[in-house]
């Protein structure tokens, strides 16, 4: 069985092979989050529509595993709805999104120095809410 500690993990690690992939790979990152690129619904009725659907799912799956674990975090102490683990993990995305932008855009380093120190305090300060909730548990 699954821990709550599991869990957090798994999302820790989830969220650093995110940041290190955009970092490590910033141009396809780039073409793939941050460009205006044909997305699904641009291909429905064409010879496409096939191989669009197969990277929305793709694209799903790693969102609804994401979501799956902040809904087993969040499920620790009430059974919160579906929607809400969902919205996290959107929301959890959407800042881990703005790192990577901010870094490969060499925004972040104009106004910071960005050690490694610094890349790990922000994607684990992305965690705080679910750490929160583990040590609701341990307490």
């Given at each position: ?120 305090k922000l994607t684990d300060d992305l965690l705080l809410p679910f750490m929160a909730e583990l040590n609701r548990t341990t307490?």
């Amino acid at each position: 069985e699954e821990t709550l500690l599991d869990s957090v993990d798994k999302l820790k690690q989830l969220t650093r092979a995110y940041f290190d992939f955009g970092i490590q790979n910033a141009e396809l990152y780039e073409i793939m989050f941050t460009r205006n690129t044909p997305k699904f619904s641009d291909y429905l009725g064409t010879r496409l529509e096939p191989a669009a659907i197969i990277e929305k799912q793709a694209a799903i799956r790693v969102l609804d595993l994401t979501g799956n674990l902040i809904h087993r975090i969040m499920s620790v102490h009430s059974e919160p709805p579906l929607e809400e683990a969902r919205y996290r993990a959107i929301y959890h995305w959407t800042s881990l999104h703005g790192i990577v932008s901010l870094y490969n855009s060499r925004v972040s380093q104009e106004a910071i120095d960005v050690t490694e120190e610094t890349i790990e305090k922000l994607t684990d300060d992305l965690l705080l809410p679910f750490m929160a909730e583990l040590n609701r548990t341990t307490r």
